[in-house]
């Protein structure tokens, strides 16, 4: 089980923001020195916790950077994984996004494995405690029935977007009617070119065999100005206050209502 989070790596395409801009403008922004304050912000206080408290901790997580990236980001990122079991920083130089993925997963997939679990997540968002946990199990069970040579997707479709705001921030609760890319997942031989990146994550029931859970409150999504691509719901969404939601958070997360209300 291998994951993958871009971290500000200048891919040629893959970005919806800037898109269409040149190598320098692209660099200014990814590396304004602001923007990657707060990207570590969220990633510090939000996704690395989330990873560091999953409770099945087998599995390997691949932070894809630039070589460029100044040594200043970089070791930091690599302090702040250092406790993180099996995660590793890969840093390439600009190519295509989609061959950046591909040479990616292939750098952490064991040499060993007969089949890879591939699964993204950005440096702004968590995952519930349980996730990996719970996503090995969906492909033990599924993938006999589904295939062992053809693609399986899995995900979740309910969970939370914190909307970050000056004047409060919000919290929603969601159930998406179509696969949201935080945390989904594709299993494949090892070796096979496709991974959860080839095609929108909206799509995925298009084409490949997709199962997500929609029980478990499996995600928190936030939302902000800095977000690459549109943040909207496919679904259900519906406001949820600090007070209902407090229980939920902790039972599933290692954050109070409060850190979050207070992001």
Known sequence: ?????????????????????????????????????????????????????????????????????????????????????????????????????????????????????????????????DHIGRMRGMVERLLPVSGLEVPLVTGCNRGFFLERKPDGNQLFEVTEKTPIGLGLAMTTPAGMSENIFRRNHRFCGQYYNTFTDANALAFIRTVHADNDSDPHASGRIEPMGWAEAAPLIAAHFPFAAEDLRRL
């Open 1 to 129: 089980m291998v994951g993958l989070m871009r971290f500000s790596y200048p891919s040629k395409g893959g970005f919806v923001k800037g898109e269409g801009e040149d190598e320098a403008a692209q660099l200014a922004r990814l590396y304004d020195p602001e923007r990657l304050e707060r990207r570590f912000s969220l990633f510090e206080r939000l996704t690395l916790p989330a990873l560091l408290a999953q409770s099945d901790r087998d599995f390997r997580m691949v932070f894809l950077i630039g070589r460029s990236l100044p040594d200043v980001w970089r070791d930091r990122l690599a302090a702040a994984i250092a406790p993180l079991p099996g995660g590793r920083i890969v840093a390439l130089a600009p190519m295509p996004h989609y061959m950046a993925i591909k040479r990616s997963f292939a750098i952490a997939t064991p040499v060993e494995a007969s089949h890879i679990t591939g699964f993204r997540l950005d440096d702004d968002d968590a995952i519930d405690r």
